[in-house]
């Protein structure tokens, strides 16, 4: 998913390269360098919302290690599809599981 936003990212970077409303469009050159550019108080932001978003997802996703048998770490939850991340706008996703 990081990769992903990371692709889209340097696709909207090459094309509003100069005036977007971001860090006082001081970012420029081509997207490849753009992440050396950004500001150092961005990170912590940045880094806080995928660890958030990711411990969301880990907690949806996973039993509980201490509910686990020793011999079964790592259990998905029953009613957890791996990449469902019941997102679907668009309406996209077949009905039957």
Same mark, same amino acid.
């Given at each position: 998913?990081? $990769?992903? @936003? $990371?692709?889209?990212? *340097? *696709?909207?970077? /090459? +094309?509003? /390269?100069?005036?977007?409303? !971001?860090?006082?469009? #001081? ?15 961005? %990170? ?9 978003? /990711?411990? #969301?997802? $880990?907690? &949806?996703? %996973?039993?509980?290690? &201490? ?7 790592? !259990?998905?939850?029953?009613?957890? @599809?791996?990449?469902?991340? +019941?997102?679907?706008? @668009?309406? !996209? +996703?077949? /009905?039957?599981?």
């Amino acid at each position: 998913r990081i $990769a992903m @936003l $990371a692709v889209i990212g *340097f *696709f909207v970077g /090459e +094309k509003v /390269e100069g005036s977007a409303f !971001l860090f006082d469009a #001081s970012i420029s050159g081509p997207a490849i360098t753009h992440i050396t550019q950004v500001p150092d108080g961005f %990170w912590p932001v940045i880094i806080a919302f995928i660890g958030a978003y /990711e411990a #969301s997802r $880990a907690e &949806a996703g %996973w039993v509980d290690p &201490a509910d686990c048998p020793v011999d079964q770490p790592g !259990l998905l939850r029953d009613d957890y @599809l791996p990449g469902d991340l +019941k997102f679907d706008p @668009l309406g !996209l +996703k077949p /009905e039957d599981d």
